[in-house]
């Protein structure tokens, strides 16, 4: 049984739509959390695969039904419905890293209480995915979304664009970013990154519109360029040779805090 407070450290919000096996998966997995300072919230796009009926059987989740405009339009509802210090996402499919990784988080954010957190990630079959510094998110996303705990009353108002399809969370997190002021590097894997997502499978995609996000913000034209260049080698040698690709990633890059 899930255990909330009034005013709970931590929202885990979870989106999901006609993935019963994926939001299974991840209600095992937050459900077997030790830390229990929390609240779940899953914003369901009207499932027709037996979403509804799992949704019923769930004890202590706030659930959020209706139509929605896409992932990041789910995901809004998500931040207009919680309540918690932090907010961090769960889609449906996605995992912690393991059953003590909640309260690995909520130390962290205890002891430093930082705007923002991020930690590192697992991908594939096995591969250990090092976080990039938050001090080069021009170069895109630092670490993986579920990965990434941002503090709700920095928010405020702010919002995925929904406008974009695949990179509002790059979007979104490089606002963010700009206005936080404590920023808090946690090396540990805090995620099983499920591959064949969405922005996975529309990678190209996903660059042109962080380009976009990125010349919206100012960057210069030519440094635009170049890390458009940059994450296409990077896409390239991931695909041909994985192995290289995660030693690369696995290697320490310094001080981040």
């Given at each position: 049984m899930i255990v909330t407070k009034n005013v709970p450290l931590i929202s885990i919000i979870t989106i999901t739509k006609d993935n019963l096996t994926g939001l299974t998966r991840t209600a095992k997995n937050i459900q077997v959390q030790t830390f229990k300072d929390y609240e779940w919230i899953i914003v369901d796009g009207l499932s027709k695969d037996g979403t509804a009926e799992y949704l019923e059987t769930l004890e202590g989740a706030r659930i959020i039904r209706g139509k929605d405009d896409g992932i990041y339009d789910a995901m809004n509802k998500g931040i207009d419905a919680a309540t918690g210090d932090y907010l961090i996402f769960m889609n449906a499919g996605d995992v912690f890293g393991d059953r003590?990784?909640?309260?690995?988080?909520?130390?962290?954010?205890?002891?430093?209480?930082?705007?923002?957190?991020?930690?590192?990630?697992?991908?594939?079959?096995?591969?250990?995915?090092?976080?990039?510094?938050?001090?080069k998110i021009a170069w895109g996303m630092?670490?993986?979304?579920?990965?990434?705990?941002?503090?709700?009353?920095?928010?405020?108002?702010?919002?995925?664009?929904?406008?974009?399809?695949?990179?509002?969370?790059?979007?979104?997190?490089?606002?963010?970013?700009?206005?936080?002021?404590?920023?808090?590097?946690?090396?540990?894997?805090?995620?099983?990154?499920?591959?064949?997502?969405?922005?996975?499978?529309?990678?190209?995609?996903?660059?042109?519109?962080?380009?976009?996000?990125?010349?919206?913000?100012?960057?210069?034209?030519?440094?635009?360029?170049?890390?458009?260049?940059?994450?296409?080698?990077?896409?390239?040698?991931?695909?041909?040779?994985?192995?290289?690709?995660?030693?690369?990633?696995?290697?320490?890059?310094?001080?981040?805090?």
């Open positions: 003590f990784v909640l309260s690995t988080i909520a130390k962290a954010l205890e002891e430093n209480h930082p705007d923002f957190l991020y930690g590192d990630a697992l991908e594939g079959e096995g591969y250990y995915k090092r976080a990039i510094s938050h001090k630092i670490t993986h979304h579920q990965a990434m705990v941002y503090r709700r009353d920095k928010i405020k108002k702010m919002r995925y664009d929904t406008s974009l399809k695949i990179a509002a969370d790059y979007g979104f997190t490089a606002r963010f970013l700009r206005n936080s002021e404590k920023i808090y590097y946690l090396p540990a894997p805090l995620c099983l990154f499920e591959k064949g997502g969405v922005s996975e499978q529309n990678q190209k995609e996903g660059r042109i519109e962080q380009f976009s996000v990125r010349r919206g913000s100012g960057v210069n034209t030519l440094y635009n360029i170049l890390i458009y260049m940059g994450q296409s080698t990077a896409a390239f040698l991931k695909q041909k040779a994985p192995a290289a690709y995660y030693a690369l990633r696995s290697l320490p890059v310094g001080k981040q805090n």
